[in-house]
């Protein structure tokens, strides 16, 4: 018979999976509270013209990585990989200009068809936050300092470094691309055979390519910063002028481009070295005139995402919070009892812990294991007394009260 299994590169969450990716959504969430952002939950496909127009045909999503179809209706969609051009386009098909600036937070899967491998799945999750409407440095500053303020609640800050670039306005992009690709024309024949291809189609990304002989040859290349109008100059001065008044510490990285190629101005990325390969938990940047080209008006636009599952490799889960009370009658001449208070009780919200038709040591046991804090014990003798015992599963000390109480007792 065929074997049942899960499509390379999917994860089913399952107990402490479950447990600590939700656990990073709800801190996520936290942090977008506290610093002003509003939820937005999207389709999860789009037209694929809407992903080709935003990330460039020449990167790596788009050229390789897209899980796309033909619907029954002959519409090209593709499953999302990644939030920023949907929300791009959500922002201009909902009217949101009004709106601005406008803060967005939004999590959930996104689909990219790459090498499974630790840290990197085909079907993955990202926490992402956008900011529309505001081009100025500030923005950018506050942006990646919410970053580093999530990472931290997360329990990861200290496991990663933060590298910041900037890519220029258009105009220092299209001066720098021409003399990189003057100087890497000379290496050609060195280079390795995607840096190849990408001489033509991408020659940005050749600056972040892992091939050591590609390393060597970028070592030297002319750096973007000696093209920086005097607008990107400045733009860059400031952010980093803010950045030290938050505290947040950074490596300029001018080899850091990212892959996607909607991005103008700052690019980071939060790395660390204990995922191996896949060490970037966190990327972001400025991605002004993408509203534009999606068919918008100009507008301003920065934002980030962080991997979930990345982020759930290195954090620490909590200890439970909500330690549940267990019910546990002696017999089962008890159950329908334990049954009817276990409904009270959670019906004043109170977490119980009720196994039915299960032996009293085994229920015991199970009480035990699902860390409860308390457990009521239904006897045959203390029931006729309208009475229950309570014990402490802590300190062991047990008591014996009366049924009209319990609930009281119970919330203390
Ligand atoms: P990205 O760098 O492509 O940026 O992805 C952001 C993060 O998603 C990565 O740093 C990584 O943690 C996680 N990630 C990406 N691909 C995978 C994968 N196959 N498996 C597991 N985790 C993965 C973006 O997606 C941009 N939209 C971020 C952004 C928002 N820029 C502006 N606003």
């Given at each position: 018979m065929e074997k049942v299994q899960a499509v390379r590169g999917t994860k089913d969450l399952i107990g402490e999976d479950y447990l600590r990716h939700q656990h990073i959504i709800r801190l996520a969430q936290n942090i977008a509270d506290l610093y002003g952002y509003e939820g937005i939950s999207l389709p999860i496909f789009e037209f694929s013209n809407i992903f080709k127009r935003s990330l460039g045909e020449s990167s790596d999503v788009v050229g390789k990585e897209m899980y796309s179809f033909f619907d029954k209706g002959n519409e090209e969609i593709t499953l999302r990989p990644e939030f920023t051009a949907g929300i791009c386009r959500a922002y201009i098909a909902n009217g949101l200009k009004q709106h601005l600036p406008l803060k967005l937070f939004t999590y959930g899967p996104l689909f990219r068809y790459e090498r499974p491998q630790k840290g990197r799945q085909r079907q993955f999750h990202q926490v992402n936050y956008e900011f529309l409407g505001d081009g100025s440095p500030e923005i950018d500053a506050e942006m990646i300092a919410m970053a580093a303020d999530f990472l931290e609640q997360v329990g990861v800050l200290k496991h990663t470094s933060l590298?910041?670039?900037?890519?220029?306005?258009?105009?220092?992009?299209?001066?720098?691309?021409?003399?990189?690709?003057?100087?890497?024309?000379?290496?050609?024949?060195?280079?390795?055979?995607?840096?190849?291809?990408?001489?033509?189609?991408?020659?940005?990304r050749i600056l972040d390519s892992k091939d050591e002989e590609d390393k060597r040859i970028v070592a030297n290349a002319p750096k973007i910063g000696d093209f920086f109008t005097s607008e990107a100059e400045d733009f860059f001065f400031k952010l980093q002028e803010y950045l030290k008044l938050f505290g947040v510490k950074y490596n300029v990285n001018d080899k850091l481009v990212r892959g996607l190629d909607y991005y103008n101005h700052t690019a980071f990325e939060f790395v660390t070295k204990d995922l191996g390969a896949q060490g970037t938990v966190l990327g972001g940047g400025r991605y002004n005139g993408l509203i534009k080209l999606l068919g918008g008006d100009e507008?301003?636009?920065?934002?980030?995402?962080?991997?979930?599952?990345?982020?759930?490799?290195?954090?620490?889960?909590?200890?439970?919070?909500?330690?549940?009370?267990?019910?546990?009658?002696?017999?089962?001449?008890?159950?329908?009892?334990?049954m009817k208070l276990a409904h009270d009780l959670r019906k004043h919200s109170i977490a119980i812990h009720l196994d039915l038709n299960t032996k009293f040591d085994k229920a015991l046991k199970n009480a035990i294991k699902v860390n409860a804090k308390s457990a009521i014990f239904i006897g045959e003798n203390e029931l006729k007394n309208n009475q229950l015992k309570l014990k402490d599963l802590d300190t062991r000390v047990e008591e014996i009260i009366s049924i009209d109480d319990v609930l009281e007792r119970i919330k203390k």
């Open positions: 590298e910041l670039n900037s890519l220029g306005c258009a105009e220092t992009r299209k001066n720098y691309q021409a003399n990189l690709v003057m100087y890497l024309k000379e290496y050609e024949n060195q280079l390795s055979e995607d840096s190849k291809l990408r001489l033509t189609k991408n020659p940005l507008t301003a636009g920065i934002g980030f995402a962080a991997g979930v599952e990345r982020l759930s490799l290195l954090c620490q889960l909590p200890a439970k919070d909500l330690r549940p009370c267990a019910i546990i009658p002696l017999s089962n001449n008890e159950q329908n009892f334990a």
